[in-house]
């Protein structure tokens, strides 16, 4: 059993391993926090490269950053989708190979179209299969649509309640200002302060008012 000592060291040593610092070191392991299904050693076959596999599954993750199982699923269903996509155009074309090779009788110009007559009944299975991943990757890719349109998004506005105290009052305009018969309004400034007018001016200190 582990004393209070050995604990508090562990985790020490624990808040100071970060993981690499340098770009090599972050490189090489990029692909190590991938939580999928997919496992390049099961999925490749010879001649298909895994490191390609595993940079396509890194892309997916990056792109929909899975955070639940069901998420999880359908973005390895993308992943395989296109990675059987590209090994059935690779084998589209080793197979007109394939059929080149076994001609007995070869035309001139015409060598493709011999292949693909001699293997017509291998072409239309594969087109089978290529319709069908197409299907899947279709379906797996607009359940992800909705799931994401579900998804609430950081730039919504949040909903404030509306604030209980009054509007501060603003300067008071001409309008509202009482005045007396045959009293012109004074000005406002940009201060909102009563400019003195020329008649106001003329009429001195002494002057008379009129009250209303």
Sequence with gaps: MSTPQQIEANRLNAQRSTGPRSAEGKAAVRFNALKSGI????????????????????????????????????????????????????????????????????????QVVQAYDRECANFDRLQRRINAVERTFHRAFVALQKIESRAPQPDDPIDQAPDPRPPAPGPASEASIPLASGVRPPRLNRLGLAELTEQSQSRGPGAARHVP
């Design 39 to 110: 496992d390049a050693q099961s999925q490749v076959i010879p001649g298909e490269d895994p490191a390609a596999l595993a940079l396509l599954t890194a892309e997916y993750h990056d792109r929909y950053q899975p955070a639940t199982p069901e998420v999880r699923s359908l973005v390895d269903t993308l992943v395989t989708a296109e990675w059987l996509q590209r090994r059935f155009r690779t084998l589209e074309a080793q197979l007109f190979k394939f059929g080149i090779h076994g001609l007995a009788r070869e035309v001139k110009g015409l």
